[in-house]
């Protein structure tokens, strides 16, 4: 007889939704969490997609701890002294039954662990697990923590445990770690009257703003991110680590220049830093995915590589709750099935491969590594706002030049072969499907 | 008014419109429940042979430091967890990394 039939270890999002599930399921769950409360070491560069939420917790949009409902998504592209911004906006998105929110992830991880809760499962924090349990056969059937007596056994466990899970390389899921597939990501919480907020983001009530930024990482590939709280405004940057330790600047360094940006400067102004934070975010996509599933163990959330940074699309607390959502469930099934060898848990796999999980990864493989390319991030911010630039300068007497001109020359200035414009046009067009 | 407030209201060019802060500062602002055990070691005899030191510039919260002698100088107490340090060390066995004991270490609030 095990301890409890499920451990799920890290009650981030998909740590608590695999809890949910499992205890939906009529499953002894115990939720272990190495921080003081759930969300404790918990950091992102800021929105949650909460859709999938709605066969967990249907009513999950009036009790959630929201921040703001992103209601105008900004794309922005930066030059050094330029920027151009992509931005649309539906006030709809704040309205029932809602898009995209920011929230502290204290706040919201915290929540949504009580959930589990509520649904039966055991939360236990302040315990961080050491290590991994087998049986005879080598099965995995239990876990080691820092408490003292603190071994516990169950049937499955479900790794949760955040981007450097130790628990998946234990098990043996990745191959060699390589610093090439992660970023850094560095945040400021600023904070400012909610209506000095309102004004300066053009927004009312609890609507919010989301702009993530190509170009004014100071050389460094990676990106930016500005997003508004209710009288906070979050700006940070990801920055790709073999790019950021092979140069002098430091993140906190890179972070400054940004908000010194002409574009950036008059939405901070005045703005008092409150919170300091650093996570690193698995970037690479499908191509550094390890296997998620062994005998006894299955691996969710970002311990199993699952975010999704592909230009366009940020994405990663909805993919840690739907792919926690599903270990959950397949565990149960697992259990009431009384196979949870790694041949019983292939309902995981099946699963994330005929969701969205691993079906928008598959479509976007090549995007993640196309936008953090030395093209995309060196030369095509200049070269778009070079265009633009010029577009809309009027030079007279000078006529104005056509635009077949204005793409000639600013492709020639940017240093851009046309023959590898077409080519990262295709790879955009065929990665993007 | 006079012509000089006139011409002091007319210059709009403003440098940095908020105090740059110290990384003491900065760092003040997160909170950390320090334990007496370091979850994190240095090998400083690995470090005195390493010159890339990409710990020294990528780690976030500044807690490698080059020693006059060539070593690294290393604090384990402000650490945010990330993993960054031992991703870009080249040197095999230079970093030991753990997670902090339960309920210890780094504790975000409005992240």
């Known amino acids: 007889m095990t301890d409890t039939d499920i451990i799920v270890v890290g009650a981030g999002p998909a740590g608590s939704c695999a809890a949910i599930a499992a205890a939906k399921a009529g499953k002894r769950v115990v939720l272990i969490e190495r921080g003081p409360f759930p969300g404790s070491k918990n950091m992102y560069g800021g929105v949650i997609y909460p859709r999938i939420l709605d066969e967990l917790i249907p009513d999950w949009f009036e009790h959630a701890p929201i921040q703001r409902w992103i209601v105008r998504r900004s794309t922005m592209l930066l030059s050094d002294t330029g920027a151009l911004n992509i931005d649309y906006r539906s006030n709809a998105w704040g309205q029932a039954p809602y898009n995209g929110a920011t929230a502290y992830r204290p706040d919201f991880d915290n929540w949504l662990a009580q959930q589990a809760v509520a649904a039966g499962a055991e939360l236990i924090c302040s315990t961080t697990v050491t290590g991994l349990l087998r049986d005879a056969q080598g099965r995995i059937n239990g876990i080691t923590t820092d408490r003292p007596d603190g071994d516990l056994t169950a049937s499955v466990v479900i790794a949760c445990d955040g981007v450097n899970s130790f628990i998946a390389k234990e098990a043996g899921l990745y191959k060699a770690v390589d610093a090439s597939n992660y970023t850094l990501g560095v945040k400021e919480t600023l904070s400012l009257p909610k209506s000095v907020i309102d004004e300066r983001f053009g927004v009312r009530d609890n609507q919010g703003v989301d702009i993530e930024i190509l170009g004014g990482t100071s050389g460094v590939n990676g990106g930016g991110f500005i997003y508004t709280n209710l009288d906070t405004i979050a700006v940070g940057v990801v920055l790709k680590l073999p790019k950021l330790s092979a140069q002098k600047k430091r993140p906190e360094e890179i972070i400054a220049e940004l908000k010194r940006h002409p574009a950036i400067a008059p939405l901070i102004e005045g703005a008092e830093v409150i919170e300091y934070s650093a996570h690193l975010i698995p970037e690479a996509g499908l191509d550094m995915m390890p296997k998620m599933v062994a005998d006894g163990l299955l691996v969710a959330g970002d311990a199993a590589a699952l975010c999704l940074a592909a230009g366009i699309w940020l994405e990663g607390v909805n993919f840690a709750m739907a792919s926690g959502m599903y270990a959950g469930q397949s565990a149960a099934q697992a259990m009431t099935a009384g196979n949870t060898t790694a041949a019983g848990l292939q309902t995981y796999t099946k699963k994330l491969n005929e969701t969205f999980v691993l079906k928008d990864h598959k479509k976007l493989r090549k995007i993640p590594h196309l936008v953090l390319s030395d093209r995309v991030q060196h030369k095509y911010p200049g070269f778009v706002t070079g265009i633009v630039e010029r577009m809309f300068r009027v030079e007279n007497p000078h006529p104005k030049p056509g635009v077949r001109r204005i793409l000639r020359e600013e492709r020639k200035k940017a240093g851009i072969s046309l023959m590898d414009l077409v080519r990262d046009a295709l790879t955009g067009l065929k990665g993007f499907g | ?111």
Do not use: K
């Not at chain 2, 908020?18 to 370091?38: G, K, N, P, V």
């Not at chain 2, 090998?43 to 976030?60: F, H, I, K, L």
């Not at chain 2, 080059?66 to 100088?73: E, F, Q």
């Open chain 2, 1 to 111: 008014m006079s012509l000089e407030s006139l011409r002091a209201a007319n210059n709009i060019e403003r440098d940095t419109t908020w105090a740059e802060l110290s990384f003491q500062e900065r760092i003040d602002t997160a909170e950390f429940r320090i334990h007496e055990r370091a979850h994190i070691t240095v090998n400083g005899d690995s470090c005195r042979g390493c010159t890339t030191r990409e710990c020294v510039v990528a780690c976030p919260a500044n807690l490698f430091v080059p020693t006059s002698d060539g070593g690294i100088l290393f604090n384990y107490e402000n650490c945010f967890e990330c993993g960054t340090c031992y991703m870009v060390c080249n040197e095999a066995g230079a970093i030991t990394w753990t997670y902090p004991e339960g309920g210890y270490g780094i504790v975000f609030h409005r992240t």
